[in-house]
């Protein structure tokens, strides 16, 4: 018997190459090459390695070069000093005799950390260099040399340049000290602040590496509704264990500054911003970072928004709050990214009222503005009034990460400050920690978005990374999906949405199906079946979520609090701008916010060109109709169909495409360890109910308005709308407070 389990045993591992994975090694995973022309290749290719590791970043590099060479090619990778036929040179001028010398006769442009990969012919030996002028770059072409290997590309002529187009590549955690995560599904904090200083997790190497993989280069570690705590001493002691770790990678971090910690902390009256008691305490504060993490990268600011403390407390601007703090950094090179997220616009006690929510003069003025203008409204008047080190973080949208959301209006429209593009990769709105949906096409969506603030083609893409309006200083913040669950992200397609937004922070042209391809090749496999079949999934996820939550512009109307599911009836939320009623403002006529200048008027917020395309309701682009219009339940789409069947249509689609991804995955059951496999066939489960239930609840609620029948095609809701609206989850994740 056991005889015949032990033969069954090993004739499933000949057949079976596939190693169950619990996701911990994210797309670094250097399997040995599994196919063998191209390994014997790769093995005839690369003979030995010579890099001089003379700092801690170039032996990261030289280990991470060399160990992973080995295990991809299975064979014995030598270090050598002198050259030899085939070999992979490594580092910069400084480091290498042979790099300083192909740089010194051909000039690379090489600002901003870039790399260049290039087979060279030197001393009748054909070599790989892999230089960069500083240390970092370097790193980050040994990851980008591995990717090749790791996606199966050639290995010959090599002639790569890469430079990141823009220069600090940013994760924003929303990690509180009591490490559970504003908008976390994946865990808890990996920062366990308890045991910092003394004790270093191995996730945090492990977390620098990723990161560094991928260009990143800056982690802001606390949450932006932030605590002061954070800026004692025993905290930045621990900040400064962190920012060692991080160091070789070439992360730096980072601090969200609670505006009013001159008072908690420091033992002031006041917090205002020209007050010199307050000027001195950051100045101070700004010392005492310094000296213990002398390439601290600067403070992530929240002012005046959702109960945050802020400058327009004392009655100053956001300028004078952002200035003030720029100033105490100024000469330690520190940047302020200062958060355009407000919308407490001409209600500033609305911050002071923030939990209460029952003040009715309050209320109604909120309810009378339009949330959407209110960034564009307060931080526009400021241009040109920053200092050079601040950066105004700007999220893509004007409201708050919906599936689709228009471009901000404040990209194109602040010519002199530098705007940094804040994304998010934890799915808040997108089926949180259990829907399968692939964020790089809303990415790519914003950045090629066309804001004409220089005539055509003045892309978000060119805003951010400083072309347009000529900066140096430039950003690009993702709000982290990353938790302590062991493949960081909860869902394992989690990691496609880090993965891609690092890529796309180094560099904006690449295709969200060329990341979509790279990743799934280095995560899963270069099969050809699962990289086309995973790849059509994840093209197709985003779109899907956009139809089962938000269809045709709809936007916020998810559940109150958790924003978890579906709940286009409430009105009673805390604050009138929290309330799905006040964005889809569906009666018997029809659905959807009127923005133009019959309505609130937010689309005289864009340049004409920009603004053609949504202005009138007949010829705007209907993924963003119910954004700018409200029109009939009749209203003839362009398809010929009325709204009313065009809504439940797309709702029906969004569901129909979930199923299909589905199938999707079923089919590459033999192609993926069981783990994994079993793991995102039961997250696809929850996303088909939930894309029910979303289905279900707002075609329901939205036909008590229209009151028109279910169109053919469509399923039938199973449960009363009365059942939708009772349902409740007290306990849902990633609202951890930071108390
Ligand atoms: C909202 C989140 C909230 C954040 C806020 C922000 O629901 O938890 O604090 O954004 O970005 O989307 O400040």
Redesign the pocket.
Known sequence: MIKIYFIVCISFLTFSNIHAENGYRLWLRFDKIDDAELLAQYRNTISAVQINTTSPTLSVAGKELINDLQSLLDKKIPVQKNITENCIVAGTPASSSIISEIFSTTRYDLKNDGFIIVSKKINDKNIIVIGATNDIGVLYGVFAFLRLLQTHQAITNLSIISIPKIKNRILDH?DNINRTV??GYAGISIWNWHTLPDYIDKRYIDYARANASIGINGSVLT???AISVVLTRDYLLKVKALAYVFRPYGIKVYLTAKFNAPIEIGGLQTADPLDTSVINWWKKKCNEIYELIPDFGGFLI?AN??G?PGPQGYGRTHADGANMLADALTPHGGIVMW?A?VYDVRTQKADENFEEGNNNALNNSIAAEDRYKQAYDEFKPLDGLFRKNVLLQV?NGPI??QPREPFSSLFGAMPYTPLML?L?LTQ??LGQGTHLVYEAPLFKEVLNADTYSHGKNSTVAKIIDGSIDKHSLTGIAG?ANIGNDINWTGHPFGQANWYAFGRLAWDNNLTATQIADEWIQQTFSNNTTVVSTIEKMMMASREAVVNYMTPLGLHHIMGTGN?YGPAPWVDNAGRPDWNPVYYHRADDYGIGFNRTSSGSNALAQYLPQAKQQWNDSNNCDEKYLLWFHHVSWQHKMKDGKILWDELCDKYQQGVDTVRWMKQQWASLKYFIDDERYNSVRMFLNIQQKEALWWKNACIEYFQTFSKMPIPPGVEKPDKTLEYYEQLNFPYSP??GGNN
């Open positions: 929303w504003e908008r949450n932006v509704n929240k928004s959702e945050q958060r997220f999220k708050d990460f804040e998010q808040e709105y709000v924003h990633g609202i």
